[in-house]
């Protein structure tokens, strides 16, 4: 079983829809969580930490489920700009990040 | 922009050959982590360098195989190459202070071995 495990996807939807991805991770020791997003043939860039509280940066919200071990990330009034791959990942404290295999959004005009 | 920068940003390279990957940290970081990500997957943790030492290390050979510098700019070797290790090569820097791990990466070294 991998350690963090994502639905490739693609997810296509069209512009200003609501989109949810899940995420779920195996080590009941990991300690922090983040979503990464990943443009075609690019690096990982920080989208958002996420914290047992849930917190939201602009049209994106994050949710931890430390009982259940699942992570979310939504993303409401969706944009073409939004299309990319979408890391989840985790890390427990061995400083390494651990990254699921990302999962695809398309964002249809 | 991170401020991380890597270089090259392409190579290629014939199986049994070595190579040496080259890797600059934002500025204030201490830290570097090496990652491999090999086409539809996601980075793979090689190691990460703490005050020039090795501070831990995933699941990749002794061939695989690292330096950091007062700088804290770093390196990473690869010796007798093979054709899985084609792949993106991605240098993230970061802070170690606390529980945080937030972590930045450079652009990627693109490496193809034939």
Partial sequence: ?109 | ETGVTQSPTHLIKTRGQQVTLRCSSQSGHNTVSWYQQALGQGPQFIFQYYREEENGRGNFPPRFSGLQFPNYSSELNVNALELDDSALYLCASSYIAGGSNEQFFGPGTRLTVL
């Fill in chain 1, 1 to 109: 079983r991998k350690e963090v495990e994502q639905d490739p996807g693609p997810f296509n939807v069209p512009e200003g829809a609501t989109v949810a991805f899940n995420c779920t991770y195996s080590n009941s020791a990991s300690q922090s969580f983040f979503w990464y997003r990943q443009d075609c043939r690019k690096e990982p860039k920080l989208l958002m930490s996420v914290y047992s509280s849930g917190n939201e940066d602009g049209r994106f919200t994050a949710q931890l489920n430390r009982a259940s071990q699942y992570i979310s990330l939504l993303i409401r009034d969706s944009k073409l700009s939004d299309s990319a791959t979408y890391l989840c990942v985790v890390n427990t404290g061995r400083r390494a990040l651990t990254f699921g295999s990302g999962t695809r959004l398309q964002v249809q005009p």
